[in-house]
């Protein structure tokens, strides 16, 4: 029984129009956003760049925050980002006042010399300007620096630069070759050179996944309604776990069958660059990467579109769930590199490389992983209990079906 329903509504899947439309969706998105992706080759020495990464070295994110820091106290205008969007901070005279004292003590400087060295600087640069690093004081340590630096942050409103979770975003400097080969081997090394790219095909795809599958949940589970065919559905002899669950099987399936077949497109490019370079590879990178990283926001997204749609006899799933997408990815811009996972729905890691961020944070991102897994089955028992429910002809909220009719659950 439960096999035949599952492929029943695998077909019913395959036959629908939104279906269609989210895989063209998740096409575009791969195109646009991957599809020129160029696999990395072994640095040479005596080019002109290598990129740049994120140091951890506390000197060089001191540098580089004092000296966003300097610029923005020079400007008086400081950019926050609360909930994600940029929020430009004017603060009063006082508040003004008081970065300005912070800086002197970081620094070394008092606030005239500040302000005569940014001008010196911009009035010395041409073209596109960038933060000018700003030395800190001899003797000034990485403790005291952060407690300054939280304090701008408070008096910012928080969301700055400037706090305690952000300040290690602020040490990305250019690397070196030296730098550049480390990572490389790491790459290939570490991840079989197929392990870095499947993080970055995840990083994009977990984009569209936290909001995609809620339309194809939503627009299945009232499918039903609109054609008026739930009062022969609640009478099915199909027991309500084995319809909700094959249902929602089917889902997942369907929505995980598209990024399986476009996973070889670049999972193809890396067997050809190792073929090329003689390195070995990860052949199941991408594999394990859909199934660790992107299947769990599948399940957890497609579980909330089923069951607020089941409750509600509405679409307000696609509401909520647009809520929590939006929230998900501005927040998640702050880990963007990867490592900072956080209980985010969409974790980030916008880059091949970064091997050490990734295995850091991995911990973090399983239990990340873990949680919405449950969740989603929790959630999945929640419908079928309400569908038991409407059966049974309770809890509907758009009249009752099946008042009087005690059917089989």
Known sequence: MFGQLFLKECRETARSLIYWILVGIMLFFFATQLGETEIARE?????ESYGMHQSEDPDVIMRNTLGTLADEYYRESYTTYPIGFAKTVKPDKKEQKR????????????????????????GSVTGLVAEMPMEPVDGLTYKRFKELMKEVDELLGGGSHYGEQYLAANGIEPMTYEDAIKEYHLLVEKDGLSGGY????????????????VFLATTREMRDRRAKMQELIYTRRAKSGTIVVSRYLSMI?????PLFLLSFLPL?????????DGIRIDHLAYAKYILGWLLPTVMIVTAVGMFLTDLTDTAAAVLVQG???????????????????????????????????????????????????????????LTVGIYSQKRRG???????ILADRKSKS
């Open 99 to 122: 970065i300005g004292e912070i800086l002197e003590e970081a620094t070394g400087l008092d606030q005239g010399e500040i302000k005569k060295t940014m001008e010196e600087y911009y």
């Open 323 to 381: 809520v929590w997408w939006f929230v998900s990815v501005f927040t998640g811009v702050q880990g963007i590199d990867g490592g900072a996972y956080g209980w985010n729905l969409i974790p980030r890691h916008n880059t091949e490389l970064n091997y050490k961020g990734f295995h850091d944070g991995f911990v973090q991102l399983v239990s990340n992983r873990v949680l919405y897994v449950s969740f989603a089955i929790i959630i999945v028992a």
């Open 43 to 47: 640095p040479e020495k005596g080019q």
């Open 268 to 276: 193809a490019e890396c067997i050809k660059v190792a073929a090329s």
């Open 198 to 213: 499947a993080r970055l095909f995840s990083d994009y795809m977990v984009i569209i996944l936290g909001i995609l599958p």
């Open 253 to 257: 399936v369907m929505t995980l069958l």
């Open 394 to 400: 309770r809890l509907n909220v758009r009249g009752k």
